[in-house]
């Protein structure tokens, strides 16, 4: 079975500053997809980024990469330049490559960005 | 298109009521899922769709609850006999079917159950 935790409840980071959000992730699948999701208050859930594990290169979108440590089933989020609209809850998933493709989703780290 | 839909947002109810959730998923997407999301986790799988095909059901889904999707576009879901347990987000979401889930889903809005 797949389990993902996030180990971090809470974090903050100033305005303009850089911040990483950690996960680890088990699975007994050789392939599989990584994904960070965004959840603002209120509002709905986002996609921020995604990693084929497969692939050893580490995704990159605009001021949000990963890095991808796939020996260490690690996937951790760094946001680079932080402004407050990435104030959120903040979701690692992972998924299998084939069947339903559901998500087994981490509880969380809740990302305070400070002014 | 306007995205993924869900109605209501919010449900008050009584404990022991029914309620009946409804999610209208973006048109083009054959596949569709329920999560459930309670206060300080992370959402977790209910159900899965494809097309009008109920294909995954989790063991979180008792007997009390049931989810269809006629014809393949909107989904709801129902959940009988209500419980102070059943509190919590229901979210829905879908994905294409020639890019599949794993270019991520897009989720709606979500209806907050609260059972009193």
């Known amino acids: 079975a797949q389990t993902v935790t996030q180990s971090q409840p809470e974090m903050s980071v100033q305005e303009a500053e850089t911040v990483t959000l950690s996960c680890t992730y088990d699975t007994s699948e050789n392939n599989y997809y990584l994904f960070w999701y965004k959840q603002p208050p209120s509002r709905q859930m986002i996609l921020v980024i995604r990693q084929e594990a497969y692939k050893q290169q580490n995704a990159t979108e605009n001021r949000f990469s990963v890095n991808f440590q796939k020996a260490a089933k690690s996937f951790s989020l760094k946001i680079s330049d932080s402004q407050l609209g990435d104030t959120a809850m903040y979701f690692c998933a992972s998924t299998t490559t084939s069947g339903t493709y559901k998500y087994i989703f981490g509880t969380g780290t809740r990302l305070k960005v400070l002014a | 298109d306007t995205g993924v839909s869900q109605n209501p947002r919010h449900k008050i109810t009584k404990r022991g009521q029914n309620v009946t959730f409804r999610c209208d998923p973006i048109?083009?997407?054959?596949?569709l899922y329920w999560y459930r999301q309670t206060l300080g986790q992370g959402p977790e799988f209910l159900t899965y769709?494809?097309?009008?095909?109920?294909?995954?059901k989790s063991r979180l889904l008792s007997d009390r609850f049931s989810a269809e999707r006629p014809k393949g576009s909107f989904s709801t879901l129902e959940i009988q006999r209500t419980e102070q347990g059943d509190s919590a987000m229901y979210l829905c979401?879908?994905?294409?079917?020639?890019?599949?889930?794993?270019?991520?889903?897009?989720f709606g809005s979500g209806t907050r159950l609260t059972v009193v």
């Open positions: 979401a879908s994905s294409p079917r020639d890019r599949g889930a794993n270019y991520g889903y897009t």
């Open positions: 048109s083009e997407h054959n596949r």
């Open positions: 769709f494809q097309n009008e095909a109920q294909l995954e």
